[in-house]
């Protein structure tokens, strides 16, 4: 059976993905790239922190005087950057894997396709 499946042919799909991969594999494990476009996700990791942090005066008011009395704004903005770009770098490197990963096994299966057609 497993035999069967590495035999089949590259789908127009995965010949797509092969040839898009070989382009821009390079481009985007580049450090600039990983934090640029891993942004979103860590905008969408730290906004909750913040806003939990901003409307915490509401639903507890000792946190609200602690916090205003051993408040500083740089520790939470600094901890809000660090969040945002190791979120962002690790889920870009954790996507640029994946892709290499299937772009290894796609090109494995290429050649043992090549080679059983010889």
């Known amino acids: 059976m497993i035999d069967y499946l590495c035999s089949m042919p590259l789908t127009n799909d995965e010949k797509k993905f092969m040839e898009w991969w070989a382009e821009n594999r390079s481009r985007q494990n580049k450090p600039f790239y990983l934090v640029w476009m891993g942004i979103p996700l860590g905008i969408a990791f730290a906004l909750p922190i913040l806003l939990n942090f901003l409307l915490g005066r509401y639903w507890y008011k000792r ?56």
């Open 63 to 118: 946190a609200d005087s602690v916090g205003a009395s051993q408040f500083n704004p740089l520790v939470l903005g600094f901890a809000l950057i660090l969040i945002i770009t190791f979120v962002g770098i690790f889920y870009k490197k954790h996507t640029w894997d994946q892709r290499e990963q299937k772009y290894m096994e796609l090109k494995a299966k290429k050649t043992r396709e090549d080679r059983n057609l010889t």
